[in-house]
């Protein structure tokens, strides 16, 4: 472990910011729920305020404020099961041992032995100005190694700056470098200290690539996580801030359009168009090979038993979500961008409309300065650059494509289909 210089996120500390902050939210907890007793719960918050400039929400409102932030997170299209996330409270973990427990106990409660749950777990808060006793600085749990060469990079190359980081701390990584090397996790503490958390890969389960009418598919030796959970997210409502890695269900075009097949990333459309034998003159070879891709992602995911969701079926649930917001009387947040990404069409009813662009509370964001870590940023810690800032909701509009990809999982419970 090393010391890193991690400041607080800038965050308004002071008892009246989070009186009004607490109030407002125990004001649409009590009011959207119907949950009676809000003047003697507001006493009671108001009172511990005062005494200790801090409150400690009731496991209701926690949960409440956990499914509301997933409701109110525009760049996600798969909003509609909201009220199904499964709120894991785990406030008590302060320890990078815990938390390496925890994110474990996670993994396995979302991966469900492939029917994917939607999981979020909030841990311990950050207090006043401090940082949180504990948070996971990876994106993901389950992220590949970059491995640089004179040919290029052996593995993922959006891990560049995480896999140097983990090589920094100590980690030593295989004795044999690969494309799909599992990094270590990276724990950050409040005094500045960053953890190696070495995972159990019998806990991460991944997918290999495969085709039903292409087997030479296979011999590329793809594979991708069987969960998307963005781990160093980080729950606010009410004036607080809680390190809270959330999961939802990968939607097959993140892995196939983005993931495998940007340039950035694994480059593997020269491969899928040579293996497809496509004419350099069809000018529709590379949209070809992308469906192939597409397709390999689906079935491989479908064959294994783990649950996956697609771009048709998520939009017009999106739709439906939209319209039970509306009568609600709630306004649909949320970044046309992100919810109509590539393959969406115009005939998807997500496309022809747009949404609030704001970001109400309670709300689910990236840690700025988890990101700054991970993304190259030159003083690991400082003021994030402009792109890192682009990276955190709701400025989704300006990111560069290559800064999107795994920000927000597509949440698809077992058993509903989207159709």
């Known amino acids: 472990m090393t010391a890193v210089t991690i400041p607080p996120q800038p965050v308004d500390t002071t008892n009246d910011s989070l009186l009004v902050h607490a109030h407002d939210f125990l004001r649409q907890w ?118 640089p060469t004179g040919d290029g990079i052996v593995g993922d190359p959006a891990n560049l700056t995480l896999t140097s980081l983990a090589l920094h701390l100590g980690w030593p990584g295989p004795a044999r470098r690969g494309p799909f090397d599992l990094l270590p996790w990276i ?40 969960v998307p959970v963005i781990s160093n997210m980080a729950l606010t409502f009410g004036g607080l801030r809680f390190p809270a890695p959330f999961s939802g269900t990968f939607m097959a075009s993140e892995i196939a359009t983005r993931n495998l097949a940007d340039e950035h990333r694994y480059h593997q459309l020269p491969a899928i168009i040579a293996g497809l034998g496509l004419d350099d003159r069809d000018r529709l070879r590379a949209d070809k090979a992308l469906l192939t891709l597409h397709e390999a992602v689906l079935h491989s995911f479908e064959s294994a038993g783990v649950s996956i969701t697609d771009h048709h079926r998520e939009s017009r649930a999106f739709a439906r979500f939209a319209q039970h917001e509306e009568a609600a009387g709630r306004v649909v947040v949320g970044d046309w961008s992100w919810l109509n990404s590539y393959p969406m069409t115009p005939q998807d009813p997500s ?19 988890c990101l700054a870590l991970t993304a190259g940023h030159p003083k690991p810690g400082h003021e994030p650059s402009p792109r890192q800032h682009a990276d955190v909701p709701p400025a989704a509009a300006a990111t560069p494509n290559h800064a999107r990809e795994d920000t927000c999982p597509h949440a698809h419970p077992p058993g509903i289909t989207g159709d």
Do not use: K, M
């Open 30 to 147: 009590h009011d959207e729920t119907g949950t009676p007793g809000f003047t003697r719960r507001w006493r009671d918050v108001r009172a511990d305020i005062t005494a200790t400039g801090t409150w400690h929400p009731t496991y209701d409102e926690l949960a409440y404020a956990a499914r509301v932030a997933w409701r109110n997170s525009g760049r996600c299209i798969g909003r509609l099961r909201w009220p199904s996330l499964i709120v894991r409270d785990r406030r008590h973990t302060t320890t990078v041992e815990e938390a390496g427990r925890e994110l474990t106990a996670h993994l396995d409660e979302a991966t469900n032995g492939g029917r994917v749950r939607s999981v979020i777990t909030v841990l311990a808060p950050a207090a006043a100005a401090a940082a949180p006793p504990v948070r996971v600085v990876n994106p993901q749990p389950a992220r590949y190694a970059a491995w």
């Open 187 to 226: 724990a950050a503490t409040a005094d500045g200290q960053l953890h190696l958390l070495p995972p159990d890969p019998a806990h991460i389960r991944e997918v290999p690539i495969h085709h039903p009418d292409h087997p030479w598919i296979a011999d590329l030796g793809l594979r991708w996580p069987a």
């Open 351 to 369: 496309w022809n409309r747009y949404y609030n662009t704001g970001q109400p509370t309670p709300a689910l964001l990236p840690d700025p300065y």
